[in-house]
């Protein structure tokens, strides 16, 4: 079975989007680069999106590594059902995170606004992705739902739905 895939009855049909440091600042920070849309705006995306597929959604961000640790290991903890993570500048820096990643049993997706391989050499380098079951970067806001789709879509294969 793939990663973080669990028996489906197992499972809370709970999805977590987990957002990092400065993330609260969207709307108003560096409009050019991420856009005017507001973090509030996502999470209403996010949250239609879930919708559509019957799911719950957590929405949640936070400046602290430690913080984002610990909801990491609560979405675990309640079995959620997946997870969409946009760490933020910890995408480059955290092995805690990458660590809190690795130890559950979840399928993630990695998501960022920006194209962070068409940016500063020092974005290239993800700690998140290796941990993660794909990854998602350029699409603007769009990559959060895009990403909740993603997810559908890696839980239809497991089953063996599609692919
Ligand atoms: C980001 C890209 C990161 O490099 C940056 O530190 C962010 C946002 C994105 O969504 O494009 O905070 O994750």
């Excluded at 998140?128 to 879509?153: K, M, R």
Aim: charged share 20%; with cysteine; glycine share 8%.
């Amino acid at each position: 079975m793939a990663r973080g895939l669990l028996p489906e009855l197992a499972m809370a049909n709970i999805v977590y989007v987990l957002n990092g440091p400065n993330l609260n600042l969207l709307g108003t920070r560096e409009p050019k680069t991420y856009g005017r849309t507001t973090l509030k705006d996502v999470e209403a995306l996010c949250r239609a999106t879930a919708s559509r597929h019957s799911l719950e959604l957590e929405f949640r961000q936070s400046s602290h590594e430690g913080e984002l640790i610990d909801w990491i290991h609560e979405a675990a903890a309640r079995e959620a059902w997946g997870m969409v993570i946009n760490a933020g500048a910890y995408t480059h820096t955290s092995i805690a995170i990458h660590d809190a990643l690795r130890a559950i049993n979840i399928p993630i997706v990695e998501v960022h606004i920006s194209n962070v391989f068409a940016r500063e050499i020092f974005r290239h380098h993800s700690y998140v992705a290796p941990v993660a079951n794909a990854s998602l970067c350029g699409f603007g806001v769009e990559g959060y739902a895009l990403a909740i789709t993603g997810l559908v879509a890696i839980h239809e294969s497991a089953a063996g739905k599609r692919g």
